[in-house]
């Protein structure tokens, strides 16, 4: 196996598993990722927010959801059989 | 006398049945361009594995119609409903059949006896170089707009509409084990599309039960903006209509804006990736799955509409031929209609998808019918059948308490009206209306959102596809710096690049917040139909001069094209005349530059056509 087909297949699997671990959290919660929530400071009188952007699941499918993209092409790179195949007829 | 829903429906399945076979097979593809099933087109003799490749013609005809659709064919008829259900319904109708249909088909079929490239390199043999690098140019900057405001638009769905968020996420790894089933496996296609519709089916419920956030939540909001809203009433003085609408932008600045950031990065990085990778690995699985939530789309509204075939269309079928829509000003229905319906009835964006992925992939000539005819009459469908009318039936529906759908803005009025299409069907079977009219509005807006993440790489591709044309004049001088600048990878980075970097950050607007590239967003109708203008004409140069067709049938296809052009360049002089003054200032500077550019363009390039015609004619 060559050094980018290794790596299209490390990054698949790990993908998979990401995007498992995303969906199944996801689930669980009835919501992938997180909510923030803005608050109104009456003695400064500016909003503040509270809470982050980014949760564990929604950082697991984010990246999943890219190295699942790219694993598969580096993986099987080349131009299947039967598309040069259907070419050459 | 009311007219009822079934009376229009049937009417328009009629019009595009004759229209497809006698106006479509006969005429264009027999007897103007004579296609012929046995000349190889550039998928078989250009075939490179990464952009020239065949596709199944209903493979090409998803990609095709999932590219040109766009949000267009629904934004705009739903803003042209202030006219009244008619005159959007016949422009779209003959628009689409005379005009739309045969611009993107003949484009196509140009591209493809050209080799698969663009339709503006097509003008270079029709009306010499200078023609082919001003048209290039407009092309590319046209993309960019495109792109950014794909990308804009994208990024505030999956704000907006979390569940659409969830949906992209899942439906991309079932396109791409769609692709790799039925190319590496061998799986059959009928096993494999079935495998991956039951996922896709169940990736739809678990994304409307499951949104996916990225911090900004509408319920989430409330309470902050009256809490701020209160204080700067009591503390600050201000009157209440003005204090929540300073305390509404405060509060969105503060959590929406990070959240809509974040969407443009990750979508800007999917459509550089998406724009490099070979079309049989993503787009033409993706596209393929795609098709069937199209076709479901469309299929449901076409089915509903039979169903319910006796609600009356409420709407008036005119109100008037020029009320309010641009800026607040009077808009008359010609020359403004091009502006305002655009994918429904004529686009000229499809030109450079007909010319730029799709003629790429053509497996053979006789296809490209159903993808170029055949797709444009698809979206004239989505146009009437899921837009005009159920938001004319759904205009003073006792259903919806007194909403008028005609307050809310275009997507709005969109999701309503096919929303209360199905839930009339769900009630008229003993259902719930309510529960099928929510369901029904996400569903709408989901499937909207699939549109609009198909356009995105699409253009982007498109833009590395012009930057690659473009400098064609470099390899012969310095062919180390050709290879650099066209690499695919570093074409799409650049055109990712420019294009996020005008959807990124935001302005107010009227109070509302949106992605930068909405500065030159007023334009953006009229350059678009200027190349519909200018594609049609280049079209039918190429009838005329190179397939030397004379006669009638000439006339069928010059005609239109000059129609087109007229009323094109006089919408563009209203539009800057009449509309500019009225627009922020903040989009007077760029809107009015870039119509200005368009028109000195437009000018320029009608006397190289009118040079191309008479040379050809003599």
Known sequence: MKAREALGAALTIVGIVLLAYGFTVGGLHGHIGSSVKPVFNKEKGTITVEGSEWASDSISLVLGWFFIIIGPALWFGEVPTALKAKVRR | ?618
């Open chain 2, 1 to 618: 006398m009311s007219v009822v829903m079934i009376e229009i429906a049937i009417i328009v399945f009629i019009i595009y049945g004759i229209a497809y076979v006698f106006y479509g097979r006969e005429l264009l593809a027999r007897r103007v361009v004579k296609a012929d099933p046995n000349r190889p087109t550039p998928a078989i003799e250009r075939f490179d594995g990464v952009d020239y490749v065949p596709a199944n013609k209903y493979v090409l005809y998803g990609h095709h119609f999932a590219s040109i659709a766009g949000a267009g064919p629904i934004v705009g008829p739903a803003i042209a409903m202030a006219y009244g259900w008619f005159l959007p319904l016949i422009w779209v109708l003959f628009g689409n059949v005379f005009i739309g249909a045969v611009h993107d088909y003949l484009s196509l079929m140009a591209s493809v006896r050209y080799g698969g490239v663009s339709i503006a390199t097509v003008s270079e043999g029709l009306m010499g170089r200078k023609a082919r690098y001003i048209f290039l140019i407009y092309v590319y900057a046209a993309l960019i707009l495109v792109l950014a405001a794909f990308l804009s638009v994208a990024a505030v769905i999956f704000t907006n509409i979390p569940s659409a968020a969830t949906i992209a996420v899942i439906f991309m790894p079932l396109a791409l084990l769609l692709g790799l089933l039925a190319y590496r496996a061998g799986m059959d296609i009928r096993v494999a599309s079935a495998i991956s519709l039951v996922l896709i089916v169940l990736g739809f419920i678990y994304a409307y039960k499951v949104p996916f956030l990225l911090g900004y939540k509408s319920a989430a909001i409330t309470t902050a903006i009256k809490d701020y809203a209160s204080y700067l009433h009591q503390v600050k003085g201000l009157s209440m209509e003005a204090a929540e609408a300073q305390a509404k932008l405060a509060v969105m600045k503060a959590v929406w804006i990070p959240t809509y950031h974040w969407w443009v990065v990750i979508l800007a990085l999917y459509s550089f990736i998406a724009a490099g990778l070979p079309v049989w690995y993503l787009l033409q699985p993706r596209d393929y799955l795609n098709a069937y939530v199209l076709w479901a789309f469309v299929a449901i509204a076409g089915v509903s509409s039979l169903i319910v075939f006796n609600k009356p269309l409420r709407l008036p079928a005119y109100t008037s031929f020029s009320p309010k829509i641009f800026a607040g000003q009077p808009t008359p229905f010609w020359p403004a209609i091009p502006l305002i319906i655009a994918c429904g009835a004529l686009s000229g964006f499809h030109s450079l998808v007909s010319s730029g992925t799709s003629s790429k992939q053509l497996a053979n000539e006789m296809d490209a019918l159903l993808v170029g005819y055949g797709g444009m009459l698809t979206e004239g469908a989505v146009s009437s059948l899921a837009v005009i009318l159920p938001v004319s039936i759904a205009y003073g529906a006792p259903e919806l308490h007194g909403l008028n759908v005609l307050k809310l803005n275009a997507i709005g009025r969109f999701v309503t009206g096919y929303g209360y299409l199905v839930g009339s069907v769900a009630e008229r079977f003993g259902g719930n209306f309510a529960t099928a009219f929510n369901v029904f509005k996400v569903f709408a807006a989901i499937a909207l959102s699939m549109f609009i993440l198909t356009t995105l790489d699409t253009a982007t591709r498109l833009a590395r596809f012009s930057w690659q044309e473009l400098f064609d004049w470099l390899e012969p001088r310095s062919p180390a710096a050709h290879k650099v600048l066209t690499n695919r990878w570093v074409a799409t980075l650049i055109a990712v690049l420019v294009g996020a970097a005008m959807a990124f950050p935001t302005v107010v607007i009227g109070g509302k917040i949106y992605g930068a590239y909405r500065t030159v967003w007023p334009a953006f109708a009229g350059v678009n139909q200027l190349l519909a203008a200018l594609a049609l004409l280049t079209s039918a140069l190429w009838v005329y001069a190179a397939l030397k067709i004379r006669g009638g049938t000439a006339w069928l296809i010059l005609v239109p094209a000059f129609f087109l052009w007229i009323t094109v360049t006089i919408a563009l002089a209203w539009w800057m005349a009449v509309v500019m003054p009225h627009i922020p200032p903040v989009q007077v500077a760029g809107s009015g530059v870039l119509v200005a550019i368009s028109l000195a363009l437009d000018i320029l390039l009608i006397v190289l056509f009118t040079r191309g015609l008479l040379r050809a004619s003599k």
